[in-house]
T-cell receptor, first 114, second 116 residues
Framework: ETGVTQSPTHLIKTRGQQVTLRCSSQ?????VSWYQQALGQGPQFIFQ???????GRGNFPPRFSGLQFPNYSSELNVNALELDDSALYLC?????????????FGPGTRLTVL | AQTVTQSQPEMSVQEAETVTLSCTYD???????LFWYKQPPSRQMILVIR??????QNATENRFSVNFQKAAKSFSLKISDSQLGDAAMYFC?????????????FGKGTKLTVNP
């Protein structure tokens, strides 16, 4: 069984640029959640996709957007990058079949905005 | 809004000893889930243990156990027989029961050091 994978591992961008981060969910999982983890902080929920539809969003501006594909993999897009967007971006997948489903995390993408 | 507080930014323990990490949370809901995740330097979040709020019995996973006090909104993690590999950031997390696909609210974490 393949776990959650994310690409790229590291990324350096400059302010104002756009970035796309990718996530492949664990086999059999139809739900993907994205989290932002600033240095020294706990992860914060960005949004979640369930069967290709957005299923909840945290307190993040519209320049954070996402997609989920028919194979349940997902993308996180961030436009007009700001310095404060520098963080570890974590993707988590779950089966979405019952309450309290465990979310399984990928290794994250470290984004640095200069 | 739900919040999770971890009051111990750092903790240390001697190998083979026992350590307890604290977590409190604030919610007006009665049906929810609580989790402890471990994040080693490799960055990948690993589930340590989960607790359903409707269950009175404290969850246990091998050397890891919790003390869940629903009325006090407290959810501490006890690690017995600590091992060097237990060294990591530990995050407490809350999820409101929503019929599937819950969103996690995390605390700021506790850095655990295990001394040989």
């Amino acid at each position: 069984e393949t776990g959650v994978t994310q690409s790229p591992t590291h990324l350096i961008k400059t302010r104002g640029q756009q970035v796309t981060l990718r996530c492949s969910s664990q086999s059999g999982h139809n739900t993907v959640s994205w989290y932002q983890q600033a240095l020294g902080q706990g992860p914060q929920f960005i949004f979640q996709y369930y069967r290709e539809e957005e299923n909840g969003r945290g307190n993040f501006p519209p320049r954070f957007s996402g997609l989920q594909f028919p194979n349940y993999s997902s993308e996180l897009n961030v436009n007009a990058l700001e310095l404060d967007d520098s963080a570890l971006y974590l993707c988590a997948s779950s089966a979405g079949s019952r309450e309290g489903d465990t979310q399984y995390f990928g290794p994250g993408t470290r984004l640095t905005v200069l | 809004a739900q919040t999770v507080t971890q009051s111990q930014p750092e903790m240390s323990v001697q190998e083979a000893e026992t350590v307890t990490l604290s977590c409190t949370y604030d919610t007006s809901e009665s049906d929810y889930y609580l989790f402890w995740y471990k994040q080693p330097p490799s960055r990948q979040m690993i589930l340590v243990i989960r607790q359903e709020a409707y269950k009175q019995q404290n969850a246990t996973e091998n050397r890891f156990s919790v003390n869940f006090q629903k009325a006090a909104k407290s959810f501490s993690l006890k690690i017995s027989d600590s091992q060097l590999g237990d060294a990591a950031m530990y995050f407490c997390a809350y999820a409101l029961a929503q019929g599937g696909s819950e969103k996690l609210v995390f605390g700021k974490g506790t850095k655990l050091t295990v001394n040989p």
